[in-house]
């Protein structure tokens, strides 16, 4: 079974440029994640899809962070215009339907795309 | 919100040594999953464990939910084992403390 895939894995651009980040999860997860992991900590939920609908975007730095899940697949993560202290590690993860009334299900992450804003 | 803490916050072992890790949270929680971040950067399921004793290979996790604390055994460490062990709780959203890392020299 083919695991969380995202692109790219690194990224290096200059304040003020917009990046985007594309994720594509493990087939048949209908919830997806995304995660900031700033340097020394652990990661932070950003916004969380069920199927194409954003549950839960109220970390979501909405001024300049936005996010699509059109056909509750793959997503995309943008930044337009990204500051400096964007430079982080944003990581996608996907949980497979959840059933009954667990609120949770074991979540599945991907590789990371590193970003840098110079 | 709820805290999460892990300690200890680093650890140096020989190669072959056996070490404890914990996970301490303020309330309660739906589940909890143990990860290890591999130096490359790679988030990897270890355990999901609401409650209960797992066990895996070398590693090992009991959670104690009644008194809000997870344990992660490490036996008979090896190189590979070198990274950043997580815990994260959910609560709402999944919540992870600051990380345990683990350096193991051969």
């Known amino acids: 079974e083919a695991g969380v895939v995202q692109s790219p894995r690194y990224k290096i651009i200059e304040k003020k440029q917009p990046v985007a980040f594309w994720c594509n999860p493990i087939s048949g997860h209908n919830t997806l994640y995304w995660y900031r992991q700033n340097l020394g900590q652990g990661p932070e939920l950003l916004i969380r899809y069920e199927n194409e609908e954003a549950v839960d975007d109220s970390q979501l730095p909405k001024d300049r962070f936005s996010a699509e899940r059109l056909k509750g697949v793959d997503s995309t993560l943008k930044i337009q215009p990204a500051e400096l202290g964007d430079s982080a590690v944003y990581l996608c993860?996907?949980?497979?339907?959840?059933?009954?009334?667990?609120?949770?299900?074991?979540?599945?992450f991907g590789p990371g795309t590193r970003l840098t804003v110079t | 919100g709820i805290q999460v803490e892990q300690s200890p916050p680093d650890l140096i072992l020989q190669e072959g040594a056996n070490s404890t890790l914990r996970c301490n949270f303020s309330d309660s929680v739906n589940n909890l999953q143990w990860f290890h971040q591999n130096p490359w950067g790679q988030l990897i399921n270890l355990f999901y464990?609401?409650?209960g004793t797992k066990q895996n290979g070398r590693l090992s996790a009991t959670t104690v939910a009644t008194e809000r604390y997870s344990l992660l055994y490490i036996s008979s460490s090896q190189t590979t084992d070198s990274g950043v062990y997580f815990c994260a709780v959910a609560r709402g959203k999944l919540i992870f403390g600051q990380g345990t890392e683990l350096s193991v020299k051969p």
């Open positions: 993860a996907s949980s497979p339907p959840i059933e009954g009334r667990a609120q949770f299900f074991e979540q599945y």
């Open positions: 464990i609401p409650s």
